[in-house]
């Protein structure tokens, strides 16, 4: 099955620093990319996600870049504020198969 | 528009008892889904329901848990009887018609907070 694996686990930044989440996923049957931030005590939301036949999306301050021949994507945060302080999950579902979310990384932004 | 509502949001219960799990998704999303999160961990998807029929539930432990989605909105899931390591936080999720293959935005309620002791 898909194995999906998120690095690093912790990110401590600076305010107005910029973070970067790297995902990776095994099944190259995957073509779709998104990303959940979850906050304390609910549930994930969406942030961004991105489909395989895009290299690269931006919103905002958030941005994803997808290289599909290496399996991986990353979560690009630029200039990073308190409120940015959460657990990131990516998702790589394979086509045809259900969700498979990655172990979150903890993201920390100090003041 | 309302978000994905669960009840009840915490609930502590012994092991080898019982507990059901409401959702209430959002409107006229046809999709359904219960992950399951340990603490420190991702979703892990347990069952995804299209209207009232089931997509995919191979990682749903059935020897000891069930759900339903009757008349294709609210769902419940039930865990009979609970072992301890059950306990995690039960997260429903609901997005627009999400067939197998396609994939649209999951919005996801506040959780359940399981313990078992």
């Known amino acids: 099955g898909e194995n999906v694996e998120q690095h690093p686990s912790t990110l401590s930044v600076q305010e107005g620093d910029s973070a970067v989440i790297k995902c990776t996923y095994s099944d190259s049957a995957s073509n779709y990319f998104p990303w959940y931030k979850q906050e304390l005590g609910k549930g994930p939301q969406l942030i961004i996600d991105?489909?395989?036949?895009?290299g690269e999306k931006k919103d905002q301050r958030i941005a994803v870049t997808l290289n599909k021949t290496a399996k991986h994507f990353s979560l690009h945060i630029t200039e990073t504020q308190p409120e940015d302080s959460a657990v990131y999950f990516c998702?790589?579902?394979?086509?045809?198969?259900?969700?498979?979310f990655g172990p979150g990384t903890r993201l920390s932004v100090l003041p | 528009e309302a978000g994905v509502a669960q009840s009840p949001r915490y609930k502590i219960i012994e092991k080898r008892q019982s507990v059901a799990f409401w959702c209430n998704p959002i409107s006229g999303h046809a999709t359904l889904y219960w992950y399951q999160q340990i603490l420190g961990q991702g979703p892990k998807l347990l069952i995804q329901?299209?209207?009232?029929?089931?997509?995919?539930d191979s990682q749903l432990p059935k020897d000891r848990f069930s759900a339903e989605r009757l008349k294709g909105v609210d769902s419940t899931l039930k865990i009979q009887p609970a072992k301890l390591e059950d306990s995690a936080v039960y997260l429903c999720?609901?997005?627009?018609?999400?067939?197998?293959?396609?994939?649209?935005?999951?919005?996801f309620g506040p959780g359940t907070r399981l313990t078992v002791l």
């Open positions: 991105i489909r395989s036949n895009v």
């Open positions: 998702a790589a579902p394979p086509y045809g198969q259900n969700f498979v």
């Open positions: 329901f299209q209207n009232n029929g089931v997509v995919d």
């Open positions: 999720a609901s997005s627009l018609d999400s067939g197998r293959g396609s994939y649209n935005e999951q919005f």
